[in-house]
């Protein structure tokens, strides 16, 4: 299991060959901060957490994989390096504009970081919302994490009771809009 991961151990890259698996147009990962994030906020079990998200995403295949990390024109930190070293043929976008530069309209993406209200849900350069106008947003608790400061499992409850419209489609949770 990954989860148990400590900063000197990383990754390894995997190929992945099961035609059973989901596939997915694209990886967004937001928010998912580095090791000078994590220390700086006294975080060390935030490794659980992206240790849990790999562990779920590698039985996974996706075409591209994007990270997103911090507003424009502000300093931001990376993207850890667990998930860096994981997939490196990742790229880094700042925003929707972005995004819809390097990946199709229409196309089939997974979605998952921290924290669920904060920036998944109001991030205004990339958000929940603002990606569902564009593309097909589909999602999974255990690749969100509820809280910035802590771990905060999210689960199947929160996707339900969210104020977005979330639909369980096998195992994934498909996001069809706005409950108003």
Not at 63 to 76: D, L, R
Request: with cysteine; hydrophobic share 40%.
């Amino acid at each position: 299991m990954l989860g148990g991961w400590r900063l000197g151990s990383i990754p390894s890259v995997r190929t992945i060959n099961n035609s059973n698996m989901k596939k997915f147009d694209a990886l967004i990962l937001i928010d998912c901060w580095d090791e000078h994030w994590i220390q700086f906020e006294k975080l060390p079990n935030k490794r659980e957490f992206y240790g849990r998200l790999l562990d779920f995403v590698s039985n996974l295949e996706f075409n591209k994989i994007f990270f997103c990390s911090g507003p424009k024109n502000q300093p931001s930190w990376k993207t850890h390096i667990f998930l860096e070293h994981f997939y490196p043929q990742h790229r880094y976008i700042l925003d929707i504009e972005e995004l819809k530069e390097n990946l199709s309209i229409g196309s089939t993406i997974l979605v998952g970081g921290q924290a669920w209200q904060v920036c998944l849900h109001h991030k205004k350069e990339l958000n929940f919302m603002l990606l569902n106008q564009f593309y097909e947003v589909y999602s999974h608790p255990k690749i969100v994490d509820g809280d910035i400061n802590s771990i905060v499992n999210i689960d199947t409850e929160n996707f339900m009771s969210d104020i977005l419209l979330w639909e369980k489609r096998k195992k994934f949770f498909y996001l069809v809009g706005n409950k108003n």
